[in-house]
């Protein structure tokens, strides 16, 4: 039987897992938790409508109208909501040509390793 957390998306098969590879450690999970979170849009998990940052809603904005404080406390309250393991350290948030990117610098409290990844949502 494998061991793992959950299964790593996107979903793949392997000989040691089995039918799906699995997140393997928790920093790996974390990261995979955290993506979901930015990557996903409001209403798009049948099971939880609230669940997601919904930031395709940003991607048509005229340049230099994207509030950018705005993706961030959106960002802040979604990771305290369903990853509240996760510390922010810090976000940049960069919109330019249909494409918002997510810079996200956080602290993974039960490992205490910083972090760092690029999120990119695009049309």
Do not use: C, H, W
């Not at 990557?39 to 230099?64: Q, V, Y």
């Amino acid at each position: 039987m494998a061991i793992g957390y959950q299964p790593s998306i996107p979903l793949n098969t392997n000989s040691l897992d089995g039918p799906y590879v699995l997140t393997k450690t928790f920093n790996e999970n974390a990261r995979q938790n955290l993506k979901m979170i930015i990557l996903t849009e409001k209403g798009e998990k049948l099971t939880d409508i609230d669940f997601g940052a919904g930031l395709r809603r940003f991607l048509f904005e005229p340049e230099g109208a994207v509030d950018e404080d705005k993706i961030k406390e959106e960002l802040k309250e979604q990771i305290n909501l369903y990853a509240s393991y996760i510390d922010i350290i810090n976000i940049d948030v960069v919109s330019k040509e249909q494409v918002v990117a997510v810079k996200i610098k956080y602290n993974i409290e039960p490992t205490n390793t910083t972090e760092e990844d690029i999120f990119e949502v695009t049309t």
